[in-house]
């Protein structure tokens, strides 16, 4: 159980970076928007499930292998 549970802690880690890091390249404008959806969905609301996370997350990774 403890090793499970200390995975899934390093994933959150990861995860918690990767989306910092995603937030960080957001001009003005995005960051509104991402503030408006945050709080008009609430919890329903997953940035690492967007459309937009998803697409920088691959060309990230794609940039990185090639």
Same mark, same amino acid.
């Given at each position: 159980m403890y090793i499970i549970s200390y995975t899934y802690s390093m994933l959150d880690e990861q995860l918690r970076k990767l989306t910092n890091d995603y937030l960080d390249t !957001?001009?003005?404008?995005?960051?509104?928007?991402?503030?408006?959806?945050?709080?008009?969905?609430?919890?329903? !609301?997953?940035?690492e499930k967007s459309n937009g996370f998803l697409e920088w997350k691959k060309k990230k990774e794609e940039s990185q292998s090639g």
């Open positions: !957001f001009t003005e404008k995005e960051r509104q928007a991402y503030e408006l959806a945050k709080d008009h969905l609430g919890m329903s !609301f997953q940035i």
